[in-house]
């Protein structure tokens, strides 16, 4: 966890925090009875951890009311769900791993795992989504050799395919021929490079705080009805942007 957010807390107490801040991302406010049944716990198991937490000054918890997250804890709560994230994505992306496995593996590994070791993990997801050897069908290919008896597989196959990835590439061009765009004319699914960040303020500021510089791979991940919001993903972070300050951000297509 970063020097910022960092605290003296269980990977229990994680959990529920974590817990937390999913159930707000979907209700905007939490109750106790949601988190038991979203952690699988019984009532008094969560009444001591939200009592823990309140007094950690990292919820707001009074019995029988909502609960939602200090500013505090929101901090703490992003850092753990970033974890989780990254070591999810590289679980499924990297090694083909099915999500509940991915997840459950994620859950486990989260608490402990350094900062450097975890920023690791998402360069490579990124290097492998990036790299002309690398890419989808490579992943795919992994998956086969995973589960398959022959281990020698099918080399020459792999290769034709790699090859095919690596044109497509050197093209620079989305499904519909664009090279380049802005973030905001991005589509739902589509992934880039971060190009130019135009202009000043929060936005950019927040953008280079979380290391998102020229080079960096930016992913679409939703849409709001008319374009307006979008939801991204930069480097394990889920960034909300309003399609004006996406406009600002140049991307080249991959």
Avoid at 234 to 249: C, F, N, S, V, W
């Amino acid at each position: 966890m970063s020097d910022s957010v960092q605290m003296d807390l269980s990977a229990s107490l994680e959990d529920y925090l974590e817990a937390i801040f999913r159930i707000v991302q979907e209700k905007s406010a939490a109750r106790a009875k949601d988190i038991g049944k979203r952690l699988k716990v019984s009532r008094s198991s969560v009444t001591g951890a939200l009592h823990a937490l309140a007094q950690r000054e990292l919820i707001n918890y009074a019995p029988y009311d909502l609960i939602t997250l200090t500013d505090k804890g929101r901090a703490v709560a992003e850092d753990v769900a970033r974890r989780h994230e990254v070591l999810r994505d590289f679980f499924v992306k990297v090694l083909a791993v099915g999500r509940e496995d991915a997840d459950e593996a994620a859950c486990k590994m989260e608490h402990a795992i350094p900062d450097a070791i975890l920023d690791r993990f998402l360069d490579f997801v990124e290097f492998v989504e990036r790299c002309p050897r690398g890419g989808s069908k490579w992943i795919k290919g992994f998956g086969y050799y995973c589960d398959n008896d022959n281990k020698t597989g099918n080399c020459e196959k792999c290769v034709e395919l790699v090859l095919d990835e690596v044109r497509s590439r050197t093209t620079g061009k989305a499904a519909d021929g664009r090279t380049s765009a802005s973030l905001g004319e991005m589509k739902l699914g589509e992934k880039g490079v971060i190009v130019r960040i135009s202009g000043t303020g929060g936005i950019r500021r927040r953008l280079l705080d979380m290391g998102a510089t020229a080079g960096t791979l930016v992913e679409v991940e939703r849409v709001a009805p008319f374009g307006d919001p979008i939801e991204v993903k930069i480097k394990g972070y889920h960034l909300t942007l309003r399609k004006d300050e996406a406009e600002r951000i140049a991307v080249k297509l991959i």
